[in-house]
């Protein structure tokens, strides 16, 4: 009787010892959140748009958007027809499509379901019309103009710096997106057989002209370092192409906190960036070979995730979406991922919250959001949201303005 | 008393082991009653295989164990019922398994995962008398053990 008695203590005690060790992880890894204290002067509106089409699919997941003589254009990849189609989005016009089975082009065999990202436009940026720069597989650069003329092919291989650990350089869209820092295009670099021992630079600069690429001094950080990269799908450093002129500012899709790197005195400050309702860090989770895999799919649905952050020039704010955590478990039914609820929040420069917003559950499609002068864009084109037009690309803008 | 605790030590695995084939099984039988109105105990024999919404499921292996499982002058499982269950984003692969006896479902907003039956690769079920009797994953080479047990050729 007394040995049950002792383990049940011992249990209590276990149980106790697992609770607290959470709760001390995100003590000493999330940083103190500030709250602005204006909150009250900014008011939030928000508009929907519609741009006729006709394009077959629902949402762009690779895009990028171009500002050019004061001008807005969505520059977006269609895997269904394999095109770069571009709008005008102040217009609110379609304006062209270009095909990337062009033989000017060395592009073939691309995947129509956007499954396979070695056949695929991973991501784009462009500096202008006459520059738009294509990801094409994590294979090469492609720079081309609207005329489909191919400015520059680079061979992403190719120009690899020497290192110990072999390194392959990515950048996708939703993840960790290619932006210029200067003239120099960022991008990720990906370790393999990574062991977690050694601290290695994960952003690298790459010069267009030479091709020469440089390492930043930027790292993953302490929490995945502790966990030794344990974070199951949620491990990943996450960027945006909207940047404040001379800072990289990055983040982690398994974390609350915002990093802001700053190249002139190369400098990384933390800014604490906590959701109030939720978890502000993703579980470690290990896995064996044998484990059931869709391990992994219950640690995505009962973690948080973080999205970019989004900087707007115009109105001086950053902007960073995010899932929170549920249960998967919903009597006898599932929760997917598709069931999180979107939460959007809005920073000052000095990252103090100015709102948090619940935005209407199964609404919103992730990582559809961009920025122009009018306002932070987001695609109403949620997988459960069945009312589809295939005639228009639809968009809701959030605005928020300061009270006059 | 040790040999009793083995004993209770292996019950306790066997009722591990069968407890997760029967999840498999409860969920399945779920989401076959309630979006698809079938009944599976009433169906006998058969395969249902579940094409995961991951990149690299549908690959040529796979489309040919497809092809090989419903494959209408096949004899030796003529008394099976076979069923492919896919997801709306992968259905493209339908065009390629024309004129087969696969009874096709095509998962269209991402009910199976409401279900519980998501898997992140393919997964391959064999039910006799409506009991399951076999899973496997229908992934990488894997596919050719399950052909191999089948008797199929991937030509």
Known sequence: ?404 | MKILSIILFLLVIISCNNEKSSVDEKHLDMYFREKQNTDLTKLNNFFIVVISGNCGSCTEKTIKFLKQLGDKKENKFRDYKKIVIIPSNNAEVLDSIKNSNIQFIVDEGFELEKYGVNFQRNAFFEFKNAKLVYKDWLYLDNVDTVAKKYSFILK
């Open chain 1, 1 to 404: 009787m007394l040995r049950l008695q002792f383990a049940l203590l011992y249990l209590l005690f276990l149980s106790f010892c697992f609770f607290a060790c959470k709760n001390s992880d995100e003590n000493k890894y999330i940083v103190k959140t500030k709250q602005a204290k204006n909150t009250n002067d900014y008011i939030l509106e928000i508009k929907s748009v519609k741009i006729p089409c006709n394009n077959l699919i629902r949402q762009y997941f690779t895009y990028t958007i171009l500002n050019q003589r004061n001008k807005n254009y969505l520059i977006g990849y269609n895997p269904k027809l394999a095109s770069i189609d571009i709008y005008d989005l102040d217009k609110r016009l379609f304006i062209k499509r270009l095909n990337l089975y062009s033989k000017k082009l060395s592009i073939s065999n691309l995947d129509k379901k956007d499954l396979d990202k070695s056949r695929s436009v991973n991501d784009i940026l462009a500096r202008n019309m006459d520059s738009i720069i294509l990801n094409y597989g994590n294979k090469k650069i492609i720079i081309l103009d609207t005329a489909l003329r191919c400015k520059k092919i680079i061979s992403l291989d190719s120009i690899v710096i020497g290192s110990n650990i072999p390194t392959k350089l990515v950048s996708y869209n939703h993840d960790f997106k290619m932006f210029f820092s200067g003239n120099r295009l960022v991008l990720k670099q990906l370790y393999s057989n990574y062991n977690w021992k050694i601290r290695v630079p994960v952003f690298a600069a790459l010069n267009l002209e030479n091709a020469k690429l440089t390492n930043l001094p930027i790292t993953y950080s302490d929490y995945l370092y502790n966990i030794k990269g344990n974070a199951g799908f949620l491990s990943s450093v996450i960027t945006s192409e909207f940047q404040k002129n001379d800072l990289i500012t990055y983040s982690f899709i398994y974390e609350s906190n915002i990093y802001q790197y700053n190249p002139k005195n190369s400098t990384i400050t933390c800014y604490g960036a906590k959701v109030s309702r939720g978890k502000n860090l993703v579980d470690s989770i290990s896995y064996k070979n044998d484990d059931d895999i869709n391990k992994w799919v219950t640690h995505h649905v009962e973690n948080p995730q973080f999205f970019n952050v989004i900087y707007d020039k115009y109105r001086k704010l950053y902007y960073r979406f995010s899932l929170e955590n549920i249960s998967q478990k919903n009597g006898n039914y599932f929760n997917t991922i598709l069931d999180k609820p979107l939460t959007l929040m809005v920073f000052n420069e000095k990252f103090e919250v100015i709102k948090e917003l619940v935005l209407p559950m199964y609404k919103y499609a992730i990582n559809t959001w961009f920025l122009t002068k009018e306002g932070l864009f987001i695609s109403p084109t949620h997988v459960k949201n069945k009312v589809f037009e295939s005639s228009c690309l639809k968009f809701d803008i959030i605005q928020i303005s300061k009270k006059k």
